[in-house]
T-cell receptor
Framework: GAVVSQHPSRVICKSGTSVKIECRSL??????MFWYRQFPKQSLMLMAT?????????EQGVEKDKFLINHASLTLSTLTVTSAHPEDSSFYIC?????????????FGPGTRLTVL | GDSVTQMEGPVTLSEEAFLTINCTYT??????LFWYVQYPGEGLQLLLK?????DKGSNKGFEATYRKETTSFHLEKGSVQVSDSAVYFC????????????FGAGTRLFVKA
């Protein structure tokens, strides 16, 4: 199946700094990518939908100025957590929409664990 | 709005036991239904899916049947292994309107040797 990568896999940062997480579709082009957040022992909550070449669509309650999303190319979306605080510590997972030849699937990245001290 | 409800865990079984994880959904129309598995420290992997009523998804010994009349998509496996220990998420996705996937809360499975 199609592969989605995330970088970094783990990051530890100090409170007040910004952290960028990359999501790449390695062997297909993705016009749409999604960013999820997962708290310990909880489900995935959709944060935003990232569309190549346009502004991201954020879910209700997600601060767009805090979680900056850029989908600069058909294979790359980035999530920047600005002025991170300990409550932003979480597991962030991206996914990419794969559309080709009648297939319409969603593939997930391995996740990025963010710890804010 | 759309939602997915699955049984709370954790579920603890002995090796070779029969597994059922219940999942019901609420959605308008005919969504696609999925089971994903998450191993410790990893992202999600698609386990199986069904796209229309009465479809049966199957993979690695796991099965689930799309039941429109009961709005359910229960996951079953006849004989679990220690390596099946993971968190299982039931999910739905509408086939129109944004391609969003809605997840259940997840059920943690422990399989003892």
């Amino acid at each position: 199946g199609a592969v989605v990568s995330q970088h970094p896999s783990r990051v530890i940062c100090k409170s007040g700094t910004s952290v960028k997480i990359e999501c790449r579709s390695l062997d297909f082009q993705a016009t749409t990518m999604f960013w999820y957040r997962q708290f310990p022992k909880q489900s995935l909550m959709l944060m935003a939908t990232s569309n190549e070449g346009s502004k991201a669509t954020y879910e209700q309650g997600v601060e767009k100025d805090k979680f900056l999303i850029n989908h600069a190319s058909l294979t790359l979306s980035t999530l920047t957590v600005t002025s991170a605080h300990p409550e932003d510590s979480s597991f962030y997972i991206c996914s990419a929409r794969f559309r080709a030849g009648g297939h319409n699937e969603q593939f997930f990245g391995p996740g990025t664990r963010l710890t804010v001290l | 709005g759309d939602s997915v409800t699955q049984m709370e865990g954790p579920v603890t079984l002995s090796e070779e036991a029969f597994l059922t994880i219940n999942c019901t959904y609420t959605a308008t129309g005919y969504p696609s239904l999925f089971w994903y598995v998450q191993y410790p420290g990893e992202g999600l992997q698609l386990l199986l899916k069904a796209t229309k009523a009465d479809d049966k998804g199957s993979n690695k010994g796991f099965e689930a049947t799309y039941r429109k009349e009961t709005t359910s998509f229960h996951l079953e496996k006849g004989s679990v292994q220690v390596s099946d220990s993971a968190v299982y998420f039931c999910a739905l996705r509408r086939n129109t309107g944004g391609f969003k996937t809605i997840f259940g809360a997840g059920t943690r499975l422990f399989v003892k040797a």
